[in-house]
């Protein structure tokens, strides 16, 4: 928990603040959180539907694609309100910054985590930003999957059925 607070604390104002909160969480991997469409989350049910990832193709010098998740299922999760908070500032931080972009708004799959232009994410520079934000808390052998791991974690010690963390983790 005081490891939970630290990392909250040192990504405040970051640039992936709010990747790195709803991963944390909700348990998505990384890929999963990456590839989140808007077509996926329903702020009015709350509800996030988990059915693909973007992976990085071999092979191609770089390109990106929404693919099925590791385990080929989908699932439905219900995160915390606060999360759902945190993706409807998501969500006009990214209508803004597409009212600025105009026709060059680049995002044709509908993402929820793009940069300003409308870009997905790289799964590259997300992750060193995490070891960056991670050593300067202490914490230098962390993990971006170490965010799973913790919502798992506290998710159990609130008293949530086990096989409910079970299926939120697919």
């Known amino acids: 928990e005081a490891q939970i607070s630290l990392f909250l604390e040192a990504i405040k104002g970051h640039r992936y603040e709010h990747l790195y909160t709803v991963t944390l969480f909700t348990g998505m991997r990384e890929g999963e959180a990456l590839g989140l469409t ?21 092979g191609t010098g770089g390109e990106y694609q929404l693919v099925p998740t590791k385990n080929s299922k989908g699932r439905s999760i219900t995160p ?7 993706l409807k500032r998501v969500k006009a931080q990214q209508t803004m910054w597409k009212l600025c972009c105009g026709e060059y ?11 300003e232009w409308g870009h997905h994410l790289c799964a590259q520079t997300v992750y060193l930003h995490f070891k960056q934000i ?14 799973r791991h913790s919502y798992a974690v506290a998710a159990i010690r609130a008293d949530d059925d086990i096989k409910n963390v079970q299926e939120n983790l697919g």
């Open 38 to 58: 808007w077509d996926c989350v329903d702020l009015n049910k709350g509800q996030i539907i988990i059915n693909k990832q973007l992976q990085k193709v071999r």
């Open 80 to 86: 915390a309100p606060f999360v759902l908070s945190v």
């Open 105 to 115: 708004w680049e995002d044709d799959m509908g993402l929820v985590f793009t940069d």
């Open 134 to 147: 991670a050593a300067s808390i202490g914490l230098p052998e962390a993990r971006f999957h170490d965010l």
